[in-house]
């Protein structure tokens, strides 16, 4: 069987013109997609399900923050799938600490993306990774944290450095356990305030409850990956939030989350989300009311 010819003709100024204003279309639609997820007028906080380890970012109207990134290169994966693929620039890191689990993954993102500014509490603690960390940052803006810092996101939203009060970086004690000096945030944006614990303990929640700052906080990113050395009671009390969130990875030989800590948080009637169930976790916020997107 002989197959048709094809047929060849010149399309004409209506057809090409009809074909442009749909490739156009086509076009727009493809980038306006990522775009009106990003300045959308809410805030987004993401608890990226990086393993055992800590990560969470920050998006409000294009602005980006970046807590921790985990122990690995994950990271990158889980920034793929909530950021822009054309978007390689971050407006600020938050190291918490030096420990890999937080500090890893960090690397890898200053590899890939255009980091405007970092913030750490600095310390000589003598580990690979942190030392590759401290040579990958050469180039980047640091400052180091110290309590009372603010961070405006424009539109009402701030971002509060609570601790440390009084940065140590050669404290003995410190470098022996950098959890002492961890750096812990506070998200306002209207009504709604987001805690995030990084790595912190009972030592660093009893010196919060001292201090002046308010910790009342309807949504908490629990410390430690819900240690039992973290979250105690009288903290859990003072932060009163509606929901928690565990970063965590799945059958950790650190026995993460402790039952003690999901004891405490149901006793409270506190819901919680943990990335090795619950994978990412999307919160969304618009000053008086919140969504989560699982």
Do not use: C
């Amino acid at each position: 069987m002989m197959l048709p010819k094809p047929i060849n003709r010149k399309l004409s100024l209506s057809e090409w013109l009809v074909f442009l204003m749909i490739a156009f279309a086509a076009i727009l639609s493809f980038w306006a997609l990522p775009t009106i997820a990003v300045s959308d007028g809410l805030l987004h906080v993401y608890f990226l399900n990086v393993g055992q380890g800590d990560a969470e970012l920050i998006d409000f109207n294009g602005k980006q923050i970046l807590i921790d990134g985990g122990p690995d290169s994950k990271i990158l994966q889980e920034l793929g799938r909530v950021m822009p693929f054309y978007d390689h620039s971050i407006d600020l890191v938050v190291l918490t600490h030096p420990h890999a689990d937080h500090v890893t993954g960090l690397v890898e993102v200053l590899k890939r993306y255009e980091v405007e500014q970092i913030v750490e509490n600095y310390t000589p603690y003598n580990t690979a990774e942190y030392a590759e960390w401290n040579k990958a940052k050469s180039s980047v803006a640091t400052i180091q944290a110290q309590a009372g810092q603010t961070i405006d996101l424009g539109d009402g939203a701030a971002l509060t450095v609570l601790y440390p009060a009084d940065p140590k970086s050669d404290d003995e004690e410190f470098l022996k356990n950098p959890h002492d000096g961890m750096v812990v945030l506070r998200l306002d944006y209207g009504d709604d305030g987001v805690l995030f614990m990084g790595d912190a303990e009972a030592k660093t929640e009893y010196k919060l409850l001292d201090g002046s700052a308010s910790l009342s906080a309807q949504f908490l990113k629990i410390g430690h990956h819900g240690s039992k050395t973290s979250t105690m009671d009288n903290f859990l009390k003072a932060v009163n939030p509606v929901l928690a969130f565990i970063g965590v990875g799945a059958k950790n030989r650190y026995g993460h989350p402790h039952p003690t800590v999901l004891e405490r948080l149901e006793n409270y009637g506190i819901k919680y989300y943990r990335t090795d169930i619950d994978g990412a976790v999307e919160l969304i916020l618009d000053g008086q009311n919140y969504k989560i997107v699982n």
